[in-house]
Each structure stands twice: as structure tokens, then as C-alpha cells.
């Protein structure tokens, strides 16, 4: 069982380059997320989507878009990046559920690095 | 808007030791509790979680967490711990409020980094 894929596991830019972080999920979850971990802060939302075209901000979005076109795939885009983007990423998937109270699954992230 | 605290960044112990990690949650409505763990180069994984009735919560390798509402805490502890639990421990939070809109998305506390020494 594949579950929750990332990719690239780890990537090192450049001030300014732009890159996707792919992810997919093949438990035919509706519920997607993407969250940035940075030492000692836990883990803070960056974009999340309920659905196929349908997707919404988090807590720390500035820098960064999704798209969500298939169930199966949600990348996150960077443009223009910045050190500040400098983090661990991870993407997790949940099915819907009325109460709102089931297991995130997540990958294993991407490391990514900008200099 | 939630908030979620561990009060420990790092908790050293020897093996067989008993251990708590701490977790306090501010809301102003109802939520769900979970702990998560991530073992080194890993993603998170649910440990164990907090949705409604009895308000002690075990998962399958020993731990335990008690909801206290009356304090908004969630602490987590394990009466002997091994080697093999050394990784870091998230606590989080999640929205349960009647018509809420927050999806299941968790807000995360710092995290807890136990570490299990021989």
C-alpha cells in the first residue's frame, strides 16, 4: 500500500527559483493537506482542499499555491523562493467524515532548502 | 481559534523509566485530541486520539492520554518505556464545534522530543 506520496525527498534552491512539491494519495481520500514542520514550532498549515477544485488557505500561506485537479494529486508551488521557505514539507490526506475526527495519513515529507 | 502547548521540548529518560509528556490546549469550543509520533526521517503517525466517552485513551504499544476538561489538558504518559520510543511527540487539536467549518484541520503543538536512554 502506497498511501500518501511526496516527491522530491529532498531539493536544495536557489533565491528566487520556482518548484513544484508533488503529492499523491491513492486511498481515495477527499480531505488534503500541506503543512511546513521548522524546529521547535510543530507544524503549521499551509493550504488544505475538501475536493477536487476546491481548495483553501491555512495558517501560513504567503509564498505558496496549490491546485487540486484529481482526487489523487495535490502539488504545492513555490514561486519566487525565499530562505524563509526553508523547511520540511508534508503532505497527509484523511477521508470525510461527518465529525470530522479521522486519521490524517501522512507522507514522509520533502526536505527542502533554499540558499 | 485553538491553540495547543507542550510544555517540554525534550525528555530525557532511561529505559524502563515511567514518562508524561505534557500537552495543555486552549478553545472556545469543543475539540478532538490526538497524539501524534514521527520517528526519525518519518512522517507523523496517530499514536492514539480523543473523540468522545471514556476520557482515559490507550493506544496498542502502551501509552496513554486522559482528556481533563477541566484543566484543557491532554497529558500523555507510558508506566515503562523502550528504546524503540525514542522520536518526537506532537500534540493537536481539531475543531468539533456543531456546523464548524474546520474540516479536521489540526493545529499542532511544538512537540516533545523523547528520547529512551540505555
Known amino acids: 500500500n502506497a498511501g500518501v506520496t511526496q516527491t522530491p525527498k529532498f531539493r536544495i534552491l536557489k533565491i528566487g527559483q520556482s518548484m513544484t512539491l508533488q503529492c499523491t494519495q491513492d486511498m481515495n481520500h477527499n480531505y488534503m493537506y500541506w503543512y511546513r514542520q521548522d524546529p521547535g514550532m510543530g507544524l503549521k498549515l499551509i493550504y488544505y482542499s475538501v475536493g477536487a477544485g476546491i481548495t483553501d488557505k491555512g495558517e501560513v500561506p504567503n509564498g505558496y499555491n496549490v491546485s487540486r485537479s484529481t482526487t489523487e494529486d495535490f502539488p504545492l508551488r513555490l514561486e519566487l523562493a525565499a530562505p524563509s521557505q526553508t523547511s520540511v514539507y508534508f503532505c497527509?490526506?484523511?477521508?470525510?467524515?461527518?465529525?470530522?475526527?479521522?486519521?490524517?495519513?501522512f507522507g514522509e515529507g520533502s526536505r527542502l532548502t533554499v540558499l | 481559534a485553538q491553540s495547543v502547548t507542550q510544555l517540554d521540548s525534550q525528555v530525557p529518560v532511561f529505559e524502563e523509566a515511567p514518562v508524561e509528556l505534557r500537552c495543555n490546549y486552549s478553545?472556545?469550543?469543543?475539540?478532538?485530541l490526538f497524539w501524534y509520533v514521527q520517528y526519525p526521517n518519518q512522517g507523523l503517525q496517530l499514536l492514539l486520539k480523543y473523540l468522545s466517552g471514556s476520557t482515559l485513551v490507550e493506544s496498542i504499544n502502551g501509552f496513554e492520554a486522559e482528556f481533563n476538561k477541566s484543566q484543557t489538558s491532554f497529558h500523555l504518559r507510558k508506566p515503562s518505556v523502550h528504546i524503540s520510543d525514542t522520536a518526537e511527540y506532537f500534540c493537536?487539536?481539531?475543531?468539533?464545534?456543531?456546523?464548524?467549518?474546520?474540516?479536521?484541520?489540526?493545529?499542532f503543538g511544538q512537540g516533545t522530543i523523547l528520547t529512551v536512554h540505555p
Open positions: 497527509a490526506s484523511r477521508r470525510q467524515q461527518g465529525n470530522y475526527g479521522g486519521e490524517l495519513f
Open positions: 493537536a487539536v481539531s475543531d468539533h464545534s456543531a456546523g464548524g467549518t474546520s474540516y479536521g484541520k489540526l493545529t
Open positions: 478553545s472556545s469550543v469543543s475539540v478532538y
